[in-house]
């Protein structure tokens, strides 16, 4: 049973839309991560966050933004949507990082 | 050059045969390696983790690492059909942080 939870599970949405994709997680992990990724490429991580107030952005440029307010919810917003931004949206946490992180079940994103 | 190579295969196996899948990375300064599986549509699900040169065995699951040589690999024994997927190669980033970075993934194929 998923520790680890995205909604909206899909999402279709118009150009210029604000979007805000949610991520929570029960097990008290401190690191959460949002990763994007397209159909056969690796994940690419976009924003991190140690901790409650702790947001840092990620290896690659997005237009997206995060916010930490609470241990367990790291949404992931986006101002105006816009068909770049089509993609999976994964968001991840961890206790600490050697132990690997436990993924949610994404979001996938579509901007028409 | 990427940070973490594998190649994208398809690897394909017959049912009950060892699948080899490999996994070069650059950054000497990486501590912890990580193997995910992910089917088709789904999230990234982690089946092994490793540190230390050398192998560390679970089930029909073997990672072997090669520090010296950048080097990460994973054996699957009595392959099975349900372990067609694609697996993804991830390295601890040496900046810190616990970040990992992703490799594009090798598809397996198990065919009977």
């Known amino acids: 049973e998923a520790d680890i939870y995205q909604t909206p599970r899909y999402l279709v949405i118009g150009t210029g839309k604000k979007i805000t994709l949610e991520c929570s997680q029960t097990?008290?992990?401190?690191?959460m991560y949002w990763y994007q990724q397209d159909p056969g490429m690796e994940l690419h991580l976009i924003h991190y966050?140690?901790?409650?107030?702790?947001?840092e952005k990620g290896d690659l440029s997005s237009e997206s933004t995060v916010s930490r307010i609470r241990t367990e919810h790291f949404p992931l917003t986006l101002e105006s949507a816009r068909p770049s931004h089509t993609s999976q949206y994964l968001c991840a946490s961890s206790r600490d990082g050697d132990r690997g992180y436990t993924f949610g079940s994404g979001t996938r994103l579509t901007v028409v | 050059q990427k940070e973490v190579e594998q190649n994208s295969g398809p690897l394909s196996v017959p049912e009950g045969a060892i699948a080899s899948l490999n996994c070069t990375y650059s950054d000497r300064g990486s501590q912890s390696f990580f193997w995910y599986r992910q089917y088709s549509g789904k999230s990234p699900e982690l089946i092994m983790f490793?540190?230390?040169?050398g192998d560390k065995e679970d089930g029909r699951f073997t990672a072997q690492l090669n520090k010296a040589s950048q080097y990460v690999s994973l054996l699957i024994r009595d392959s099975q059909p349900s372990d067609s997927a694609t697996y993804l190669c991830?390295?601890?980033?040496?900046?810190?942080?616990?970040?990992?970075?992703f490799g594009a993934g090798t598809r397996l194929a198990v065919h009977p």
């Open positions: 097990m008290g992990h401190d690191k």
């Open positions: 490793i540190y230390s040169n």
């Open positions: 966050s140690y901790g409650v107030n702790s947001t």
């Open positions: 991830a390295v601890s980033s040496a900046g810190g942080y616990n970040k990992l970075i």
